[in-house]
């Protein structure tokens, strides 16, 4: 109504009709597009959960190295990453593995940050318990750290892997000859504005998607630790 009453131009806010007509005339690169950056966002957000998982255990089960690494892991997680991208492409060239490693970095602080977090938040009373039990401090990590810290875990995995989705869109827009983020830098150049927000629409949807995914796992994994009213 908006840009019908004003007479918006379409390089300025296209009407939803304009988008729908882009759907229609676009669906193949969209789609294609699409599953291109949903392979590099899970292949991205693959290495951050291994990566993750096994820092943030190390961190979360030794004091000294929540120390030294946590400050670190907090410098790095504060450069932006679209400043690495131009070093990604000087390194590894143009092409999918900039997507991947910026997809990486961007969403393994997340999963670290919490993971070490659930382990080194451990109650004093329970490890005091435990050891007046005769466990070690392996037996308290792997029957107490461990299963404390999953709730922490899959509640990182739903932030990470929206994170993961920026970071290779980010690539993509910068340091690639496929994916959303390069049709969107095609679609700004031809000014194809429609196409442009036809290209956000469809990163809309897949991102919610792919976070519905990871909010059932997360149900699915860690349902004993929710509340009973919001578990029911």
């Known amino acids: 109504m908006i840009c019908r ?22 669906w193949w690169p969209l789609v294609f ?3 291109h950056t949903l392979w590099m966002t899970l292949a991205g957000f693959v290495l951050a959960i291994l990566f993750g998982l096994a820092l943030g255990l190390a961190v979360g089960a030794s004091r000294f190295l929540y120390a030294g690494v946590y400050p ?27 997507a991947v490693l910026t997809a990486f970095m961007i969403s393994f602080f997340p999963i670290v940050v919490n993971v070490a977090t659930g382990l080194a938040t451990i109650e004093p009373e329970v490890e005091d ?9 392996r037996d308290i990590m792997l029957k107490v ?6 709730p922490y875990f899959f509640g990182s995995l739903k932030v990470a892997i929206t994170l993961a989705y920026v970071g290779s869109v980010i690539a993509e827009y910068n340091a690639s000859k496929n994916g959303i983020g390069n049709l969107m830098a095609r679609a700004s150049a031809d000014f194809n504005v429609p196409l442009l927000f036809a ?16 909010a059932a796992m ?11 009213q919001f578990a029911a």
């Open 129 to 137: 318990v435990l050891r007046a039990l005769g466990a070690s401090k």
């Open 199 to 214: 290209a956000l629409i469809a990163l809309a949807v897949l991102g919610v998607a792919i976070y519905a995914i990871m």
């Open 218 to 228: 997360e149900r699915r994994m860690t349902g004993w630790a929710s509340r009973s």
């Open 33 to 35: 597009h699409s599953f």
């Open 145 to 150: 750290g461990i299963p404390r810290s999953l």
């Open 72 to 98: 670190l892991l907090v410098g790095f997680n504060a450069i932006p990453k679209v400043a690495v991208v131009p070093i990604l492409v000087i390194w590894f060239g143009v092409g999918w593995l900039p």
């Open 5 to 26: 009453l004003f007479n918006v131009s379409s390089y300025v806010l296209p009407m939803p009709s304009a988008i729908a007509a882009v759907f229609g005339t676009y």
